[in-house]
T-cell receptor, first 111, second 115 residues
Framework: LAKTTQPISMDSYEGQEVNITCSHNNIATNDYITWYQQFPSQGPRFIIQGYKTKVTNEVASLFIPADRKSSTLSLPRVSLSDTAVYYCLVGSNFGNEKLTFGTGTRLTIIP | DAGITQSPRHKVTETGTPVTLRCHQTENHRYMYWYRQDPGHGLRLIHYSYGVKDTDKGEVSDGYSVSRSKTEDFLLTLESATSSQTSVYFC??????????????FGPGTRLTVL
């Protein structure tokens, strides 16, 4: 399973755009990149997933360069409710359903 | 909500006692997972199941066993609890693949303290 590296913590002000970058130098051809969000005392929640280029949904955007060795989760105009831990995961789906969570990035939104 | 419940939500027990945690789903999904979460380690997979009576080990399976006799229930058992098993335990389910490869839905968690 590809190892991921992301910043331990980040701070941002309300209303700003936040970009969290994840490195995954050993990503395999079949691997997808997925981001989860976790609030205190809750289980993680799926945010977004992509394979290449750019993916956007109602919550976030995911930018993946051509070499796929990194990815950036972009949260537009954050609010206090976006304070959470964000996990970057890399994995495929070929009979092995194991997800590997790292320690994540603790994002704190400042009023 | 994804239709996952965990019981109990909180438990305090003593070293050496057996403990069983229950995960129940109403979605009829095939795949179910047990994770533990500890400070500084993120979430780590303990065991997972890909069907009734079909289970496999995760990265931290020592000291744990699981059973799945019905689609809706996935049980995690600590045969003889130790203080190192004090943790928050999360159950997760995964719906059939529909373009989203790694999406799992997590339960609310069980906080277990072993004294």
């Amino acid at each position: 399973l590809a190892k991921t590296t992301q910043p331990i913590s980040m701070d941002s002000y309300e209303g700003q755009e936040v970009n969290i970058t994840c490195s995954h130098n050993n990503i395999a051809t079949n691997d997808y990149i997925t981001w989860y969000q976790q609030f205190p005392s809750q289980g993680p929640r799926f945010i977004i997933q992509g394979y290449k280029t750019k993916v956007t949904n109602e919550v976030a955007s995911l930018f993946i360069p051509a070499d796929r060795k990194s990815s950036t989760l972009s949260l537009p105009r954050v609010s206090l409710s976006d304070t959470a831990v964000y996990y970057c995961l890399v994995g495929s789906n070929f009979g092995n359903e194991k997800l590997t969570f790292g320690t994540g990035t603790r994002l704190t939104i400042i009023p | 909500d994804a239709g996952i419940t965990q019981s109990p939500r909180h438990k305090v027990t003593e070293t050496g006692t057996p403990v069983t945690l229950r995960c129940h789903q109403t979605e009829n999904h095939r795949y179910m997972y047990w994770y533990r979460q500890d400070p500084g380690h993120g979430l780590r997979l303990i065991h997972y199941s890909y069907g009734v009576k079909d289970t496999d080990k995760g990265e931290v399976s020592d000291g744990y066993s699981v059973s799945r006799s019905k689609t809706e229930d996935f049980l995690l058992t600590l045969e003889s609890a130790t203080s190192s098993q004090t943790s928050v335990y999360f159950c997760a389910i995964r719906p059939p693949r529909q373009g989203e490869v790694n999406e799992q839905f997590f339960g609310p968690g069980t906080r277990l303290t072993v004294l």
